[in-house]
């Protein structure tokens, strides 16, 4: 089983997220031995936005390439391979301003990428990585899964992993951690729950 463990949040050790997403990743590790992982942590180690050089290098052929453009085409085959090589995918997402974090979009637009995770047919698109399990672990301050605050969180990720084909999504959730210490315990709480009693009890 080869896992790939992405964090997004800027809050580092603060981060609630990043508590839960390494809490999910350590009990897959005691569900399935012989787990391998690999981490990217997009805050500390931030992958550039796409671009108009990120287009031109993929266009370009590596000899004609200048420096900006080499760093771009290795910084998307790299990304794209990790994804690509991953049985499943753990994907730390708080959200900022009712959508993720602009640093785990940039991520997205390096592994949505036609021909490789999802191709379009005369049929329509079809995604190409069915055989992956994603957890995504929600964080928010207020309450919005299920809300229209919510669709561009969430909802959006269902929808663009659906797009490459992924179906096989659960969710560890934590919202109104703003709400006061007790509804912040409580949401941890029940996500701690969720993790260690729900999400790995048939294994």
Not at 78 to 86: D, P, Q
Not at 182 to 187: C, F, I, L, T
Request: with cysteine.
């Amino acid at each position: 089983m080869k896992l790939l463990h992405i964090d997004s949040s800027i809050l580092g050790d603060n981060s609630a997220s990043r508590q839960l997403s390494s809490e999910v990743v350590k009990a897959w590790q005691a569900a399935e031995a012989g787990t391998v992982v690999t981490y990217r942590d997009l805050a500390a180690d931030a992958i550039s936005h796409f671009s108009s050089t990120t287009l031109v290098a993929a266009g370009t052929t590596a000899e004609l390439r200048n420096a900006a453009q080499q760093h771009e085409a290795d910084l998307s085959t790299t990304t794209l391979a990790e994804f690509l090589a991953a049985d499943a995918v753990v994907i730390a997402a708080p959200m900022y301003n009712f959508t993720i974090p602009t640093q785990l979009k940039a991520w997205i637009d390096r592994i949505a990428v036609a021909g490789q995770t999802f191709r379009y047919t005369e049929a329509g698109p079809e995604g190409l990585c069915g055989g992956k399990k994603v957890v995504i672990v929600s964080t928010a301050g207020g309450l919005h899964a299920g809300q229209a605050s919510g669709v561009a969180h969430e909802d959006y990720l269902k929808l663009l992993l659906g797009f490459l084909g992924i179906t096989d999504i659960e969710f560890v959730r934590a919202e109104g951690l703003a709400y006061g210490d007790e509804v912040r315990a409580k949401a941890m709480n029940d996500a701690h729950t969720r993790i260690n009693e729900q999400l790995f009890a048939a294994a």
